[in-house]
């Protein structure tokens, strides 16, 4: 099902004649992440098509992903810690040399328990945002120098996902106009809802670079981020 899924989301908003060179993908231990990564190994196996670089960053290397290895690069990173963005943007760089990177995809993410106003700490409160909000925005930072040397080595192609891009994937969750749905997930909601507005700022700034950057909402997906019509589930994955 996630799969299946995960193509269609790709073929959707990624479809191109000219897939990216490179792509880096966060939270790829598991669920979309994962996904993310199978598709670009599958894609590199067909013939006569240019291949993608494939680099998987995650905290931990679930055994799914351990056994793509041979075909991707894997950096351990957790993106709260900026230090290890910093360092993987430097171990990337030597990944893709004078090439660049062409697509960046924020997947890492965290939910917790939904517990409203009350029940939401201000330790959750800080957790989410590090990871969904901070960790994104220290990770389009520190890849913007290559995303933008990707862009000038890829000067003939239009500006698109096959030059340089940042997606972030955010949620429904996110929107102001549907707070009232699921309000109780206090922290996560606040986390998506700065992430869209971080995601327009990019996507100004950027594009002077002829980096996009854009946002989407992958819809609902039995992940190891799954949801239940129960309000205690917890939905975690970086």
């Not at 990624?14 to 939270?27: R, Y």
């Not at 905290?59 to 963005?85: A, P």
């Not at 893709?96 to 890492?108: C, F, H, R, T």
């Amino acid at each position: 099902m996630v799969e299946r899924y995960c193509i269609s989301l790709i073929h959707y908003y990624f479809s191109m004649k000219v897939l990216p060179k490179s792509v880096l993908i966060t939270g790829a231990n598991r669920g979309l992440g994962l996904e993310f990564v199978r598709y670009f190994v599958k894609k590199n196996q067909l013939p006569g098509v240019q291949p993608t670089t494939v680099i998987s960053c995650s905290r931990k290397i679930s055994s799914e992903l351990e056994n793509l290895l041979e075909d991707i690069h894997h950096i351990d990173v957790d993106v709260t810690n900026e230090v290890q963005v910093k360092d993987a943007a430097s171990k990337v760089s030597k990944i893709v040399g004078n090439d660049g990177l062409s697509l960046l995809i924020n997947n890492a993410a965290i939910m917790r328990h939904g517990k409203g106003i009350a029940g939401c700490s201000v330790e959750e409160m800080k957790e989410t945002l590090d990871t969904n909000l901070i960790g994104i925005h220290a990770m389009t930072r520190s890849f913007q120098p290559l995303l933008k040397q990707a862009a000038e080595s890829q000067a003939h192609l239009p500006i698109s996902c096959g030059r340089a891009a940042v997606c972030n994937l955010s949620a429904e969750l996110g929107s102001i106009k549907g707070t009232n749905r699921n309000y109780l997930y206090t922290a996560y909601k606040v986390s998506k809802a700065g992430l869209n507005m971080l995601t327009k700022c990019s996507a100004l700034d950027l594009i002077k670079d002829n980096i996009i950057c854009f946002s989407v909402h992958p819809g609902w997906a039995q992940t190891g981020l799954w949801w239940t019509s129960s309000p205690t589930f917890c939905r975690s994955c970086s």
